[in-house]
Nanobody, 125 residues
Framework: QVQLVESGGGLVQAGGSLRLSCAVS????????VGWFRQPPGKEREFVAA????????RYEASMKTRLTISRDNAKSTSYLQMNSLVPEDTAVYYC??????????????????WGQGTQVTVSA
């Protein structure tokens, strides 16, 4: 059984930074592509960033690209999302997800097969 546990969310002032983590258990983490999504209050889930199984291919939501870094440590079965220069509009629940299609670096929720429970990020003005 695959389990994903996000951590690192919290309350931060505008202009601050957070580093989210996604710890995976139950499968060989290196076989999976990883995606990060977020769901702002009252809105649909939206793509944030993704990284390939080997970590060499990344994709970012265009408007956020300059403020994000996605990475993974296959030895630790963990993915990270570094977010800088946060703004109140970044307030959302952030989710990580795994894709069983190894080469896929998807941007749609349906590209992913396993999801974590999410971690709340709140950015105050």
């Amino acid at each position: 059984q695959v389990q994903l546990v996000e951590s690192g969310g919290g309350l931060v002032q505008a202009g601050g930074s957070l580093r989210l983590s996604c710890a995976v258990s139950g499968r060989d983490f290196s076989d999976y592509g990883v995606g990060w999504f977020r769901q702002p209050p009252g809105k649909e889930r939206e793509f944030v960033a993704a990284v390939s199984w080997h970590g060499t291919v990344t994709r970012y939501e265009a408007s956020m690209k300059t403020r994000l870094t996605i990475s993974r440590d296959n030895a630790k079965s963990t993915s990270y999302l570094q977010m800088n220069s946060l703004v109140p509009e970044d307030t959302a629940v952030y989710y990580c997800a795994l894709s069983t299609v190894r080469q896929r670096v998807g941007v749609q929720p349906e590209d992913y097969d396993y999801w974590g429970q999410g971690t709340q990020v709140t950015v105050s003005a």
